[in-house]
Every structure is written in C-alpha cells, then in structure tokens.
C-alpha cells in the first residue's frame, strides 16, 4: 500500500515554488512558499512544514471501462521535463454528498457534470494523479496533483472553471487552489 | 472520522468469545480466545492482544438509491440484546479485481453474483456493518461484522455459502471466517 500513498507536505523546502495559494471556498491552508511531494507513508512534519497532506491513490469509483479506455489512451505521464507549472486542488465534499447512492453520485459526476468528458478535452496537455483522503482522517476527501507545460496554463484555467461550475462542485464545501512551479522562470 | 473507524481486537479479552476462526482462503490468523470491538482510532495492540484489524465505514460503492431503500428498510440495528452470534470476516481481493473499472466491478457484484440481492434474503435477520480498510494499508480490503439470534445461524450459514459460490468471490485471494458468542450459553 504504501506505493499507492502521497503526502504533500507545505514548508521551506521542495522542488514546487508556490505562487498561488487560495481558498475557493472554506478555510485556506497556511501560506507557505514551498511544497514537497512524497512517495510513501508520512506520518510527522518534517522540521519548518507548516502542513502535510495525505492522499491514497485507489480503484476508481466512477469511470467505467469505456471512459477509462479514453483517458489511458490519452493522458499523459506525471514528471515530463517541460511541464514546469503544477497545481495542487484539495476538495472537500458535502456530508450530503457523501449521503448519496452510489448511481446518484454518478448521475451526478458524468450524466450531469461531465467531470471525465471535461477532462478528455485537456488531454494529453495536463497530467493528473488523484488522490483519495476521505478515509483517512484527513482535513480533505481528494487531493488532485496536475502538470502542465507553462503554454497550456490558459487551458487548465478553462478546465478548472468548466468543473467549478458544474453541478457536481455545489456539493464542494471546502476547496484550495494550489498553483507551483518548478521552474524559477516558468510563467504558469 | 473518528466515529467511522472501528478496530477489532483479538486477545484475551472483550465481550465476543471468539468459537471458531478459520482461513477459507490463504493465510489466516493467530487463534486467540476473546475479541473486543472498538470505536474510534486504535494504533497501539493492547497488552495481551494479538492482532487489530482497522477499518472505516464509507459511502457505498456499488448500491444504488433503489437498492439502499430496500436495505434500510429491511436491515436491523447491531446490538440486539438477543443477538448474541456474531461473524466477522476480513476479505482480501486481488489485484485484478482492483484492476477493473467502477462498471465492470459493479456488473460481477450484482449483475452476476446478485450480492445485494442475496443479502436482502437475509433481512431482517441478520444485522452487518461493512468497514473498508484496503486504502488504509491494512491486510484486507473489508472487515465486515455480522450479528443474528441463535436460531438464525443456519440461515446465516446459508448466506456465506451463496456468496462464495458467487462469481465475485473468484476475486477473494484471502478471507477469514470468524465466529464469536457474547453469550456463554448460546449455540451459534
């Protein structure tokens, strides 16, 4: 398990500058001008973090086969050299959502909200991991990781403002936009 | 989230005499007398004990609105002064199982093995809670806690049988079978 774990940890040190960390909706997160992401189970701050999040990645819970078929073909991998901008997107969602049936919350995700449509249209430009904490005892249900090339910022700026205004994000409760990048001269 | 997570202890003491507990499939676990069932979040075995199984109740992953209203309608609270057998069964799946899509998952669980279904026959007679602990990094994917009169027993014993005959239980690599009494005299 602890090869499908992630923490981020908020401090002085990393490999992502934060250049932009807001609250969408609900409390923020401690400003902080580093982030360090790391594999594994991570349970301390690390000495001059301010935070750490943690997130698991795990089955899907809404993407039928078909719809994976689309995103495998197309997404690309985390880590190429040129996509210098990053985005860390911690979600928490309504207790009333939680509350749904499962063909209630997919109704919801793809019928109404096309969240994976959505995303096909920015792929292969941002790569993506998800992550679940909902389960964990965290602050957050989801912790999304993305990474672009400085050139498509425009577009994740369209992806992320097509998903907040879909039905799906009024039963978002807590919401932090991240922006990081990687390169001092990256303009993200 | 605090209140979500349960741990099952198993050791030398706890209301539930542990009376049989056996592997069905791959490794089982060190046989001990007694098991205490806790709420909240334990890390640390207690002197004596020999084990701690965690795991969390979440949202469903498979059952429908449909579905859930004939569940909540039919299924009993846990803690019936009467019901004094109970079960618990810690379930592994494997890797291809969790390989699958949400679709493909949801088309093996009820579709074909008709999980839900087959449990609702068992309504009102048998109480369940279902506690997910795979994104835990725990040993299993579910724990899932079993309570019914004695005189229920052969139906309870009915319903374990129909589900391993069931496609979906092709999918388990590791399950426990454990049965416990909180009564001396009852006859499970």
Redesign the interface.
């Known amino acids: 398990?602890?090869d499908?774990?992630f923490a981020f940890i908020g401090g002085i040190s990393g490999p992502w500058r934060i250049v932009r960390l807001e609250a969408v909706s609900g409390e923020s997160l401690e400003a902080v001008p580093w982030l360090d992401v790391v594999s594994g189970?991570e349970d301390s701050l690390p000495a001059g973090a301010k935070w750490l999040l943690r997130g698991?990645t795990?089955?899907?819970?809404?993407?039928?086969?078909r719809?994976?078929d689309l995103l495998v073909a197309r997404q690309p991998a985390l880590g190429r050299p040129e996509a210098t901008c990053a985005a860390l997107i911690p979600v928490k969602k309504s207790a009333s959502w939680?509350g749904?049936?499962?063909?209630?919350?997919?109704a919801i995700f793809e019928q109404r909200s096309e969240h994976i449509k959505t995303g096909l249209n920015y792929l292969p430009a941002v790569a993506r991991r998800l992550h679940?904490c909902?389960?964990?005892?965290?602050p957050f249900d989801f912790l999304t990781w993305f990474e672009y090339v400085p050139g498509d910022s425009a577009a994740f700026e369209e992806l992320v403002v097509a998903l907040r205004r879909s039905e799906e994000w009024k039963h978002v409760e807590r919401e932090i936009d991240m922006r990081l990048v990687r390169d001092e001269t990256a303009e993200c």
Chains 1, 2 share one sequence.
């Open positions: 398990m602890g499908r774990m189970i698991v795990s089955s899907e819970r809404y993407t039928t086969r719809e994976r939680w749904l049936a499962q063909d209630e919350r997919r679940h909902r389960d964990l005892g965290e």
